[in-house]
């Protein structure tokens, strides 16, 4: 999608956000602020037909103004004091707990799996503090996720890891995970990217962990910084591409958001949106020059990588169109294809042999070892 279409996106969910049967002076004052700064960044040259909807949004925010302004002359709804806790009613949308349910797709068939998480309120934080506390934290993505995919996160000839996951090998992959030791799209969301969902982080992550983007806006207005980071090193756009939010990736970057971002994890917004399987987000990523083949600094791993020890067919053909590049390997020296194969992912390995992927089926690793031995090894 052009940034110019993407900011509209993001900018008619504003306003539909606060145009409702009453509106607050204040926010609707943040809201074209926000408007404002998006089209200074990402609409400055509009073409005729951005140029239509441009004029419309402005007529809109006119309506929208004197009808606020009529409502606060016949005394409908006095406006709020403005004192250090006020916030619009944009807030209430992240002022609660909320539960969410994502669709996430892993393993060779391909098909999407729901996976339950719970995002605290924005004020609200949620330390991990111990093995055990981690362990009932992640307990259920593991079990979707992990557990019953688990081809390729062992030697081919090793025993069969357990479906059971202990507190210490939690605490083990969640520590790895803080110190930036990841090579697996599986362990990432499992133990990076879901922890740091579910323990709470600024206002700004939990609105767009939400996709609030009215709530965004008014953030921003007031100066919270667009790159604040949680304590895992993530920021709010990191939030957004894993729960799938393309209006609030819009928001955020046309708000100088840092688009190669890197968290304690090492992963990059599009690293965590690729390996959740979110098509939207990736593609609000790439559109806005997220780097398709950028390698993670431990592990080397590309989004194309990760994508494929998923499975992520769709996803991999997104990135191979935005010239990723297929023949990128890892630290170990495996290609997308090696990855695919040795995690047992068909539709993946089909994806990336088939245009506009056209990957290698005889590259070899380590000097001798092609995708074909994998896929016969598992």
């Known amino acids: 999608m052009p940034p110019c279409s993407a900011a509209l996106t993001a900018i008619d969910a504003s306003l539909a956000a606060i145009a409702g049967p009453q509106i607050d002076l204040f926010e609707l004052g943040n809201v074209a602020y926000a408007i404002s700064a998006t089209v200074a960044n990402e609409c400055s040259r509009p073409g005729p037909r951005h140029a239509l909807r441009l004029r419309a949004v402005a007529e809109q925010l006119l309506a929208l103004r004197q009808r606020a302004e009529e409502e606060a002359r016949q005394g409908q ?8 806790n006020s916030s619009p009613s944009a807030a209430s949308a992240v002022a609660r707990e909320t539960t969410v349910d994502l669709g996430i797709a892993v393993g060779p068939d391909g098909s999407s799996r729901s996976l339950r998480l719970v995002l605290p309120a924005e004020n609200q934080l949620r330390p991990i503090n111990d093995p055990a506390q981690l362990a009932n934290h992640v307990r259920h993505v593991w079990e979707r996720v992990v ?4 081809t390729g996160l062992a030697e081919a000839r090793a025993p069969a890891p357990s479906k059971h996951l202990s507190s210490e090998e939690a605490w083990h992959h969640y520590v790895a995970g803080r110190s930036g030791v990841v090579d697996s799209a599986r362990l ?3 133990f990076s990217v879901v922890p740091g969902l579910q323990s709470g982080a600024t206002p700004l992550h939990a609105a767009a962990a ?3 983007c009215a709530r965004i806006a008014h953030l921003l207005a007031r100066g919270h910084g667009v790159d604040s980071r949680a304590t895992d090193g993530t920021t709010a756009l990191h939030h957004a591409a894993a729960t799938n939010q393309p209006e609030a990736i819009a928001a955020l970057l046309a708000a100088g958001a840092e688009l190669e971002a890197v968290g304690d994890s090492g992963a990059t917004p599009l690293m965590v949106a690729t390996s959740m399987g979110h098509v939207d987000a990736s593609a609000a990523l790439l559109s806005r020059g997220a780097l398709p ?3 993670h600094l431990w592990s080397q791993v590309t989004p ?3 994508a494929a020890e998923m499975g992520h067919a769709g996803l991999i053909a997104l990135l191979c169109r935005a010239r990723a590049d297929v023949e990128a390997t890892k630290s170990n020296g495996g290609t997308a294809l090696h990855t695919a194969a040795d995690s047992g992912m068909p539709r993946a390995v089909q994806a990336l042999l088939a245009p506009p992927c056209s990957s290698d089926p005889n590259a070899l690793l380590a000097g001798d ?3 074909l031995y994998f896929a016969g090894a598992r």
């Open 188 to 190: 990432l969301v499992a």
């Open 369 to 371: 070892t092609t995708p």
């Open 304 to 306: 194309l990588h990760l």
């Open 210 to 212: 939400r996709g609030a």
């Open 77 to 84: 709804r006095p406006r709020p004091k403005k004192t250090k």
């Open 293 to 295: 083949s950028r390698a």
């Open 147 to 150: 557990a019953p995919h688990q």
